[in-house]
């Protein structure tokens, strides 16, 4: 089991709005930021979204994440179909002092 | 830029020991604003942060539950390289296996090895 819980899979036309959720509890999610990892088909994972809601260079702004109490959500706003790829949610947690994964969702743009 | 180089062997026995290597390029293991963490990946378990090592004056480790026992990072200052040595494997532990660094951000794990497929079977 995960420590963190995300959707398995979500789908979009292209165009549209994907929401991704990710839920903890107040050791992770509630006591620090969260961090999205994006993994493109037969690649490694990519550090997508840092710190709840920054960017690093290169990602473009049709992803945008926040964090709200214990929960925090990965928007993609005007899909793609290079959009298509696992996401995952990762943060740390107290009541074990140690980093954790969501389950990782699938995004397929119809 | 940053290049993580990993190797170590791609089949090993149940019960034996896990061991595979990182080679650093760009940055130093004993950097005192980064950690490195080894994080697997496998069809069953998804992504499982493992564990890291990091310098602050003096070596830390953090390692997961799920392999708490079993496992040990550790940073060989004169190879500037990390390894990680997991214990009493069984199938269970078969996955792809990344070296990872966080650097800049809090968890940012920014750059990633290319990642070595450990299948345990005898």
Redesign the interface.
Known sequence: QSMLTQPPSVSAAPGQKVTISCSGSSSNIGSHYVNWIQQLPGTAPKLLIYENDKRPSGIPDRFSGSKSGTSATLDITGVQTGDEADYYCLTWDNSVNAGGFGGGTKVTVL | QVQLQQSGPGLVKPSETLSLTCAISGDSVSSNIVTW?W?R?SPSR????LG?TYYRSKWYN????SVRGRIAVTPDTSKNQVSLHLNSVTPEDTGVY?CVRDGE??????Y????TLVTVSS
């Open positions: 963490n994080i990946q998804g992504l499982e942060w890291r953090d390692y997961a539950v990344y951000w809090w968890f940012g794990l920014d990633w090895g290319q990642g």
